[in-house]
């Protein structure tokens, strides 16, 4: 089995959640555990633009796949825009996936890269990279076809949850070969800093003496600070 972070299994009671807990259920029922899964991945671009990747799969060998998870059906039309498709039929304008996909791909990829320069001076991640999409309550419609922006071994349905475990192998694998640089192989000292420098950071905030004299300090100018406030008003008062 996998490790999971968190390791709990998503709510079903999130906008999603349902869809993401089975894809969740099967990933940590069919990865060998060198396998990390994180889901629900919330990520603050440079942009101030806040992000939230569904599952992010990361590998010593394999490298890091982002999967985007949709709990509705899927329709690209032939002017290029997407359609959501409700469980009862109802139809709904939607953001392109593909384009979601790459761009949150786009902005950990660059996230992670500053880090691990800042670490090791390094101007890529030690890891090939790539994406995939997953509407595990929903089938391809017979006689469909894929948009250019995707493939079949990126785009996955409720009909390959049952192997799932080779879809993401398969991704991997087309990632590689089209990948314009492949980073040596990482031994695993080297893919446990990466992960701890880049995924799984500890950040600790630890009360002590500096932050009690911190604040005791700006009680200090607060009270100062009414004290003036009274005096003034007392000059200012004719009577006295």
């Known amino acids: 089995m996998p490790t999971s972070i968190p ?8 906008s999603g959640g349902a869809a993401e807990a089975l ?5 940590m029922s069919q990865l060998s555990a060198d396998w990390l899964v994180f889901h629900g991945l919330r990520l603050l671009s440079g942009e101030a633009r806040a992000r939230e990747l569904d599952f992010v799969l990361v590998h010593r060998l394999h490298g890091m796949l982002m999967v985007e998870c949709k ?5 690209c039309e032939r002017s290029g825009s997407w359609v959501r498709i409700d469980p009862d039929g109802r139809r709904s304008p939607t953001d392109d996936p593909v ?3 790459e761009s949150a791909r786009h902005a950990l990829v660059k996230a992670m890269t500053e880090r691990w320069h800042d670490k ?5 991640i030690p890891l090939v990279h790539g994406h995939a999409i997953i509407t595990p309550r929903a089938s391809h419609r017979a006689n469909s076809t894929l948009p250019l922006a995707l493939r079949s071994d990126l785009c996955w349905t409720a009909d390959d949850l049952p192997h799932l475990a080779q879809s993401v192998e398969r991704a991997m694998s087309f990632w590689r070969q089209a990948a314009t640089f492949l980073p040596p192989t990482l ?7 990466f992960r701890r420098t880049c995924l799984q950071p500890v950040m600790q905030l630890t009360p002590g003496l500096r932050a009690r004299m911190a604040a005791q300090q700006a009680a200090l100018m607060r009270v100062s600070d009414q004290q003036q406030a009274l005096l003034r008003g007392l ?4 009577r006295l």
């Open 187 to 193: 031994d695993t000292d080297t893919f446990r800093r």
């Open 71 to 75: 709990g509705a059906g899927l329709r």
């Open 235 to 238: 000059l200012a008062n004719p």
């Open 120 to 124: 090791t001076g390094a101007t890529r």
């Open 23 to 27: 894809v969740w259920d099967e990933l």
């Open 99 to 101: 384009e979601q996909v």
């Open 7 to 14: 390791p709990t299994r998503p709510s079903v009671h999130r």
